[in-house]
């Protein structure tokens, strides 16, 4: 063969090779939740539609990856833990407001109703909140902490998620301050948070990692990944805290761009139907033990739901958000 | 084979096999192709970054701004935190740059010129450590040495030792295991090539052997000893694995950390990663320059058509010594960190840690059923992994091959900047890749690459990979003696054919070196799997990434122990049979041109 010709043939081939797979699918789904893939491959089967999912890791990488593409998003659905950050994308116009009807064909629970944003900025497809994760083979059943306060009992050995990089733990402190007052949430907090080395984690898996490998007796963390880890036989348990927990519901944004708004409103339906809510609980993860918030759909099983709730005031706590977290990172990270 | 790596390269830049027919403008066109693959693969994308440290409107969400401010830079180097991490930065990259340098050049050293019982498999120790990720090692640590972790369950591990583990001692501890392979590389593959006809004249002439390296061999080597030193700088500096795990957990803020949390957020803090990304370029700038500047001798051209390979020096019972201290070193570095990851991915949870009830093999099945996502991605990555080693092997030589001819300005630009890019954190050149890819008009529409294809991810590899490529291959070529070429060349041969008929044969097993050292990387880069993840489906990087952060890491390590099995058969089956090829085709005893091994 010919110089030129093996170089043309390897050249088409290189080209084709990469160039193959990108056939378009019907719809581009970015999420960093456990449940996203399943959910896809049940709607796939049902209505026919073909979706991508793209996972680029934790929330955070997933909102540094659409900040990135900016005013040129490249998905058509994102479905994330967090409802201030749908708000900030649908602010920026990256992503639009589902459409009222979405709203209306789903038969909300009271909780699920008081999740429904006005800006329409996303969906609430479910809810989860903070717990206090104790390791019970650290700490003895009499002495189990019952209220954030309690925590002060554990200075040092307290494991907590820098709100900085999580939107969950940025929720858990305004809510915290909220409930107990900012002042003396932060004198709790300065009492409570006494070692750095794991009171600036970057995830809940971190925080679960703390608990578990006994670098620290309690941890604060999303609720769900505490029922995952009872469901896999590990030695921990969930406690809710005497003061009232936040929510902190998971939302389904469309993108501004989207090119395909009808199948994006048909994976709005189905996620909110029975099937799409059995795909949702269909996994072991953290994300599957989510509370849901549609009449008639049970959680699974070990799940608990009877939560003390109190309402995050939104205003304060993104009046404060920039204030709180600096604050945070000053006196708990590095 | 070496006309389809050319086609690789033709491919990427601008038409090589066009210019060739017009052979006044190749001469010009050649040089210039190769320069501006490096731009657009490199210096563009870091350029975007970078430029959002001065111009922090560029990219703004509501509408773009080309206003010059220095606000965002005194901001980021004014906060103390900041500040903070351009120390620890600094003391962990020189400290640890100075102990994988030593660990790496005597582990080549006993390696390669002492009579060491089970050499073939001692060197094989670097590969095997090499073939593990960062991440992976960071948390098999973790798993190790945190308090209730698996080293504290069987109650070999001593409180305060696991207290200080946590901190720049244990971060220097880890990054020397993980990183001495590179250090072993480079400074072997010079000493492959230093041959034996100085140190014979040497030992001829009543020098002893400490004589000999400390006046002959010592001076040949200093290039590659400092070249290694720099490069384990510039790789620690630019670390993510350790920085987002032991680093973290023991509140030792480093720079890549800071732009990571800069850039994982909406909206990303822009200028703060841009300026902490420059930061972090400026200081590895500045120890290529100023290595530049205090060595001005040009480095000797070593390979010759009559080098004789070394004699081994015989160690008598000092040999058992020297094999125990190496099997301690693949203990720490490898049989330790892998143990702990089998582990963890053979037992259900972490908290009942190696109790007889909790082993399970469901995470294995898990990993190595086909048709599941985990199979599914690894078989990706594998394919984008092969694909990347070629074209950024052959980009490599092409550029070494240019390179060593040029001007010594031009040479250590080129240098400063792929070391440059070596400290440059992947997540850097990933948003610098979606900027041009996705934002910038022009390349927004160009169909190939496309970002969202997989196309995009694999240029976004051979980015990666250059700068490591260019290291080993630029090593290599810069020993050969330029009478092999110049006879070449005045017997009238051409550029290409010089390099495919006289250079290419004399460096092969650097170039397939380089070719491994790619594939297997590239299996678990991370940064850029992320960031570019094709639509059609994710890489085994960001999975094995993925479950670990939805705390599935019992799975994570399977699919990571599968994916470590898999790239390594592949590369051993790439490299036993051309090894075997290339020693056929040549008189016994030519030496190899690198560190890899026998």
């Given at each position: 063969?010919?110089?030129?010709?093996?170089?043309?043939?390897?050249?088409?081939?290189?080209?084709?090779?990469?160039?193959?797979?990108?056939?378009?699918?019907?719809?581009?789904?970015?999420?960093?939740?456990?449940?996203?893939?399943?959910?896809?491959?049940?709607?796939?089967?049902?209505?026919?539609?073909?979706?991508?999912?793209?996972?680029?890791?934790?929330?955070?990488?997933?909102?540094?990856?659409?900040?990135?593409?900016?005013?040129?998003?490249?998905?058509?659905?994102?479905?994330?833990?967090?409802?201030?950050?749908?708000?900030?994308?649908?602010?920026?116009?990256?992503?639009?407001?589902?459409?009222?009807?979405?709203?209306?064909?789903?038969?909300?629970?009271?909780?699920?109703?008081?999740?429904?944003?006005?800006?329409?900025?996303?969906?609430?497809?479910?809810?989860?909140?903070?717990?206090?994760?104790?390791?019970?083979?650290?700490?003895?059943?009499?002495?189990?902490?019952?209220?954030?306060?309690?925590?002060?009992?554990?200075?040092?050995?307290?494991?907590?998620?820098?709100?900085?990089?999580?939107?969950?733990?940025?929720?858990?402190?305004?809510?915290?301050?909220?409930?107990?007052?900012?002042?003396?949430?932060?004198?709790?907090?300065?009492?409570?948070?006494?070692?750095?080395?794991?009171?600036?984690?970057?995830?809940?898996?971190?925080?679960?990692?703390?608990?578990?490998?006994?670098?620290?007796?309690?941890?604060?963390?999303?609720?769900?990944?505490?029922?995952?880890?009872?469901?896999?036989?590990?030695?921990?348990?969930?406690?809710?805290?005497?003061?009232?927990?936040?929510?902190?519901?998971?939302?389904?944004?469309?993108?501004?761009?989207?090119?395909?708004?009808?199948?994006?409103?048909?994976?709005?339906?189905?996620?909110?139907?029975?099937?799409?809510?059995?795909?949702?609980?269909?996994?072991?993860?953290?994300?599957?033990?989510?509370?849901?918030?549609?009449?008639?759909v049970k959680p699974k099983p070990g799940r608990e739901t009877s939560i003390a709730y109190t309402h995050l005031d939104d205003k304060v706590a993104s009046a404060h958000e920039?204030?709180?977290?600096?604050?945070?990172?000053?006196?708990?990270?590095? | 084979?070496?006309?389809?790596?050319?086609?690789?390269?033709?491919?990427?830049?601008?038409?090589?096999?066009?210019?060739?027919?017009?052979?006044?403008?190749?001469?010009?066109?050649?040089?210039?192709?190769?320069?501006?693959?490096?731009?657009?693969?490199?210096?563009?994308?870091?350029?975007?970054?970078?430029?959002?440290?001065?111009?922090?409107?560029?990219?703004?969400?509501?509408?773009?701004?080309?206003?010059?401010?220095?606000?965002?830079?005194?901001?980021?180097?004014?906060?103390?935190?900041?500040?903070?991490?351009?120390?620890?930065?600094?003391?962990?990259?020189?400290?640890?740059?100075?102990?994988?340098?030593?660990?790496?050049?005597?582990?080549?050293?006993?390696?390669?010129?002492?009579?060491?019982?089970l050499r073939g498999a001692i060197s094989l120790v670097p590969w095997l450590v090499f073939l593990t990720p960062s991440y992976l090692k960071a948390l098999a640590w973790v798993l190790l040495m945190s308090s209730g972790g698996y080293l504290a369950q069987l109650g070999l591990?001593?409180?305060?030792?696991?207290?200080?583990?946590?901190?720049?001692?244990?971060?220097?501890?880890?990054?020397?295991?993980?990183?001495?392979?590179?250090?072993?590389?480079?400074?072997?593959?010079?000493?492959?090539?230093?041959?034996?006809?100085?140190?014979?004249?040497?030992?001829?002439?009543?020098?002893?052997?400490?004589?000999?390296?400390?006046?002959?061999?010592?001076?040949?080597?200093?290039?590659?000893?400092?070249?290694?030193?720099?490069?384990?700088?510039?790789?620690?500096?630019?670390?993510?694995?350790?920085?987002?795990?032991?680093?973290?957990?023991?509140?030792?803020?480093?720079?890549?950390?800071?732009?990571?949390?800069?850039?994982?957020?909406?909206?990303?803090?822009?200028?703060?990663?841009?300026?902490?990304?420059?930061?972090?370029?400026?200081?590895?700038?500045?120890?290529?320059?100023?290595?530049?500047?205090?060595?001005?001798?040009?480095?000797?051209?070593?390979?010759?058509?009559?080098?004789?390979?070394?004699?081994?020096?015989?160690?008598?019972?000092?040999?058992?010594?020297?094999?125990?201290?190496?099997?301690?070193?693949?203990?720490?570095?490898?049989?330790?960190?892998?143990?702990?990851?089998?582990?963890?991915?053979?037992?259900?949870?972490?908290?009942?840690?190696?109790?007889?009830?909790?082993?399970?093999?469901?995470?294995?099945?898990?990993?190595?059923?086909?048709?599941?996502?985990?199979?599914?991605?690894?078989?990706?990555?594998?394919?984008?992994?092969?694909?990347?080693?070629?074209?950024?092997?052959?980009?490599?030589?092409?550029?070494?091959?240019?390179?060593?001819?040029?001007?010594?300005?031009?040479?250590?630009?080129?240098?400063?900047?792929?070391?440059?890019?070596?400290?440059?954190?992947?997540?850097?050149?990933?948003?610098?890749?979606?900027?041009?890819?996705?934002?910038?008009?022009?390349?927004?529409?160009?169909?190939?690459?496309?970002?969202?294809?997989?196309?995009?991810?694999?240029?976004?590899?051979?980015?990666?990979?250059?700068?490591?490529?260019?290291?080993?291959?630029?090593?290599?070529?810069?020993?050969?003696?330029?009478?092999?070429?110049?006879?070449?060349?005045?017997?009238?041969?051409?550029?290409?054919?010089?390099?495919?008929?006289?250079?290419?044969?004399?460096?092969?097993?650097?170039?397939?070196?380089?070719?491994?050292?790619?594939?297997?990387?590239?299996?678990?880069?991370?940064?850029?799997?992320?960031?570019?993840?094709?639509?059609?489906?994710?890489?085994?990087?960001?999975?094995?990434?993925?479950?670990?952060?939805?705390?599935?890491?019992?799975?994570?390590?399977?699919?990571?122990?599968?994916?470590?099995?898999?790239?390594?058969?592949?590369?051993?089956?790439?490299?036993?049979?051309?090894?075997?090829?290339?020693?056929?085709?040549?008189?016994?005893?030519?030496?190899?041109?690198?560190?890899?091994?026998?």
């Amino acid at each position: 063969m010919t110089i030129k010709a093996t170089l043309g043939l390897a050249l088409s081939l290189t080209a084709l090779s990469i160039a193959a797979p990108a056939c378009a699918a019907d719809l581009v789904l970015y999420d960093a939740l456990d449940f996203a893939g399943p959910v896809a491959k049940a709607f796939e089967a049902k209505t026919g539609l073909t979706v991508d999912v793209v996972e680029p890791g934790s929330t955070g990488e997933t909102l540094g990856k659409i900040a990135a593409e900016g005013g040129n998003p490249q998905f058509d659905i994102v479905w994330l833990d967090g409802s201030a950050v749908m708000e900030r994308m649908a602010a920026d116009h990256v992503l639009q407001p589902v459409p009222a009807e979405a709203y209306d064909k789903i038969a909300w629970t009271d909780l699920g109703k008081s999740l429904i944003p006005q800006s329409h900025a996303f969906l609430p497809t479910g809810t989860s909140t903070t717990a206090i994760e104790v390791n019970t083979k650290k700490v003895k059943a009499d002495k189990m902490p019952k209220s954030w306060a309690d925590l002060q009992g554990f200075a040092g050995s307290v494991a907590a998620k820098d709100p900085n990089l999580s939107g969950p733990a940025y929720q858990w402190l305004a809510g915290l301050f909220q409930t107990n007052g900012v002042e003396a949430g932060k004198e709790l907090l300065a009492r409570t948070l006494t070692n750095k080395s794991i009171s600036g984690l970057s995830s809940g898996g971190k925080v679960n990692k703390a608990v578990l490998t006994g670098d620290a007796s309690v941890g604060i963390n999303q609720d769900s990944a505490i029922f995952s880890k009872i469901a896999a036989g590990e030695p921990v348990v969930a406690v809710y805290p005497s003061e009232g927990s936040v929510s902190l519901p998971q939302g389904l944004g469309i993108s501004a761009r989207t090119q395909h708004m009808d199948a994006a409103k048909k994976f709005i339906e189905f996620v909110t139907s029975a099937d799409g809510q059995a795909a949702m609980q269909n996994g072991d993860d953290t994300d599957f033990f989510y509370i849901p918030v549609i009449k008639g759909v049970k959680p699974k099983p070990g799940r608990e739901t009877s939560i003390a709730y109190t309402h995050l005031d939104d205003k304060v706590a993104s009046a404060h958000e920039t204030e709180w977290k600096q604050w945070y990172k000053d006196k708990f990270v590095q | 084979m070496v006309q389809k790596f050319d086609a690789a390269a033709g491919g990427i830049g601008a038409s090589g096999w066009a210019l060739r027919r017009l052979p006044a403008l190749a001469r010009l066109g050649g040089p210039l192709a190769v320069y501006a693959v490096f731009a657009l693969l490199i210096g563009l994308p870091l350029a975007l970054v970078l430029l959002q440290a001065v111009m922090p409107g560029l990219f703004a969400a509501d509408g773009a701004q080309a206003l010059l401010s220095a606000e965002p830079l005194v901001r980021t180097l004014s906060s103390p935190a900041v500040a903070g991490s351009i120390q620890h930065s600094l003391e962990l990259g020189l400290l640890a740059a100075f102990t994988t340098t030593v660990l790496g050049g005597a582990f080549a050293i006993l390696v390669q010129r002492c009579d060491i019982p089970l050499r073939g498999a001692i060197s094989l120790v670097p590969w095997l450590v090499f073939l593990t990720p960062s991440y992976l090692k960071a948390l098999a640590w973790v798993l190790l040495m945190s308090s209730g972790g698996y080293l504290a369950q069987l109650g070999l591990l001593p409180p305060s030792l696991g207290a200080s583990f946590f901190g720049l001692a244990g971060l220097v501890f880890v990054h020397t295991l993980s990183l001495f392979p590179l250090a072993a590389f480079i400074i072997g593959s010079a000493l492959a090539g230093l041959g034996a006809e100085l140190e014979d004249a040497a030992r001829l002439s009543g020098a002893g052997p400490l004589r000999i390296w400390l006046r002959v061999n010592g001076p040949l080597l200093a290039p590659a000893i400092v070249l290694s030193f720099i490069a384990t700088f510039a790789e620690v500096l630019s670390d993510f694995g350790l920085a987002s795990t032991i680093a973290r957990m023991s509140s030792f803020g480093v720079l890549t950390y800071g732009i990571y949390a800069a850039a994982s957020d909406y909206p990303v803090d822009f200028p703060a990663a841009g300026a902490q990304a420059l930061v972090l370029l400026a200081l590895v700038l500045l120890v290529v320059v100023a290595d530049r500047l205090l060595r001005r001798r040009a480095d000797p051209h070593l390979i010759s058509g009559r080098a004789r390979p070394a004699r081994r020096y015989q160690l008598g019972a000092w040999r058992w010594l020297v094999f125990a201290m190496a099997l301690l070193v693949a203990f720490l570095a490898l049989i330790l960190p892998l143990g702990a990851i089998a582990a963890r991915a053979l037992t259900s949870t972490l908290g009942h840690g190696l109790e007889p009830g909790n082993f399970t093999l469901v995470n294995l099945d898990a990993a190595l059923s086909l048709d599941t996502p985990a199979n599914d991605g690894l078989m990706r990555s594998l394919f984008y992994a092969g694909l990347t080693a070629i074209i950024a092997s052959t980009l490599a030589l092409l550029l070494s091959a240019r390179l060593d001819r040029s001007s010594a300005v031009m040479r250590t630009a080129v240098l400063g900047l792929s070391l440059g890019a070596v400290a440059i954190p992947g997540i850097v050149l990933g948003f610098g890749y979606i900027l041009v890819w996705n934002r910038l008009p022009g390349f927004r529409d160009w169909p190939f690459p496309h970002y969202g294809d997989g196309s995009l991810l694999v240029m976004g590899y051979v980015a990666a990979a250059l700068p490591y490529c260019l290291v080993v291959i630029l090593s290599a070529i810069g020993q050969l003696a330029p009478s092999l070429t110049d006879a070449a060349r005045l017997s009238g041969v051409g550029a290409i054919r010089r390099l495919i008929s006289v250079t290419l044969p004399l460096i092969l097993l650097s170039v397939v070196t380089a070719f491994l050292l790619t594939f297997i990387r590239t299996v678990f880069e991370l940064p850029m799997s992320q960031m570019l993840i094709p639509q059609s489906g994710p890489p085994a990087p960001t999975l094995i990434l993925k479950l670990f952060s939805h705390d599935r890491d019992g799975l994570a390590c399977a699919m990571a122990l599968a994916a470590m099995a898999a790239a390594g058969g592949a590369a051993a089956l790439i490299w036993y049979p051309l090894k075997r090829i290339i020693a056929f085709g040549r008189p016994e005893g030519i030496p190899a041109a690198s560190g890899e091994p026998s």
